[in-house]
């Protein structure tokens, strides 16, 4: 109980949590690297070629990714005398703190792809806890027109898809073939997949009962794209 205590927070969401706990705990990441190396050769044995990747939440820093690529390249190295076998299983990182969308040209030297955690990111750019927001004053402020959408359901375009923009070009600066995607509600969306395309992000995840409705909007973002290129021409 004393332990628990030790461990409450103030404000979790902006707490101990993510990549801050593999800082802090790095056996608990050196734990969880290990075992998808170990599914990964568990699979391999029966010839499925499976493609793991390994994401690291709450980035804001070069460093803090760094720290953890060591452990991974450490756990890979042992993985792959064990098995005497060589691992693709990409390392990279989500962009869903604002430092990290800032300088995501450093985090590109070190992470294989990126993804956007937008749900984490739209707290971060409104100061907004998602859980208050919508329960307490979320539909008064669409209710009054001060917001045109809810930007937990819709992308905010101008601020996280700034952002989300900035992310994306620094990134492929370094690296041009970068995999960039996101992850969150807003993957279901069609407004938000339509923005994506725009940005040409690679790829957006749903959840299973909206992956019919992105596959669709993901047609029609592209359908539309080209008819706005053909009527410039």
């Known amino acids: 109980l004393d332990r628990a205590r030790e461990l409450a927070e103030i404000n979790?969401?902006?707490?101990?949590?993510?990549?801050?706990?593999?800082?802090?705990?790095?056996?608990?990441?050196?734990?969880?690297?290990?075992?998808?190396?170990?599914?990964?050769?568990?699979?391999a044995k029966i010839k499925v070629n499976a493609k793991p990747q390994i994401m690291i939440p709450q980035v804001g820093s070069l460093a803090e990714l760094n720290y953890i690529k060591s452990i991974y390249d450490d756990v890979k190295k042992q993985m792959q005398k064990k098995y005497n076998m060589?691992?693709?299983?990409?390392?990279?990182?989500?962009?869903?703190?604002?430092?990290?969308?800032?300088?995501?040209?450093?985090?590109?030297?070190?992470?294989?792809?990126?993804s956007f955690g937008t749900n984490d990111l739209t707290q971060a750019v409104f100061s907004f806890s998602r859980e208050d927001a919508e329960g307490k004053f979320l539909p008064e402020y669409m209710e009054k027109e001060l917001l045109e959408t809810n930007p937990f359901q819709s992308i905010d375009v101008?601020?996280?898809?700034?952002?989300?923009?900035?992310?994306?070009?620094?990134?492929?600066?370094?690296?041009?073939?970068?995999?960039?995607?996101?992850?969150?509600?807003?993957?279901?969306?069609?407004?938000?997949?339509?923005?994506?395309?725009?940005?040409?992000v690679s790829y957006v995840s749903a959840s299973p009962h909206r992956i019919p409705i992105a596959i669709l909007a993901a047609a029609q973002a592209v359908i539309e794209q080209k008819k706005t290129k053909k009527s410039k021409k």
């Open 12 to 43: 979790p969401m902006m707490g101990h949590r993510g990549v801050r706990v593999a800082i802090t705990y790095p056996e608990i990441y050196k734990m969880q690297i290990t075992a998808v190396f170990e599914a990964a050769a568990q699979l």
């Open 86 to 114: 060589k691992f693709k299983i990409n390392f990279g990182t989500m962009l869903e703190v604002v430092r990290a969308c800032l300088t995501s040209d450093e985090l590109a030297n070190t992470a294989e792809f990126f």
């Open 158 to 200: 101008n601020g996280v898809g700034h952002l989300m923009r900035i992310g994306i070009k620094q990134g492929r600066d370094i690296k041009k073939d970068l995999e960039i995607g996101i992850c969150g509600e807003h993957g279901g969306d069609p407004n938000s997949i339509k923005f994506c395309h725009s940005a040409d």
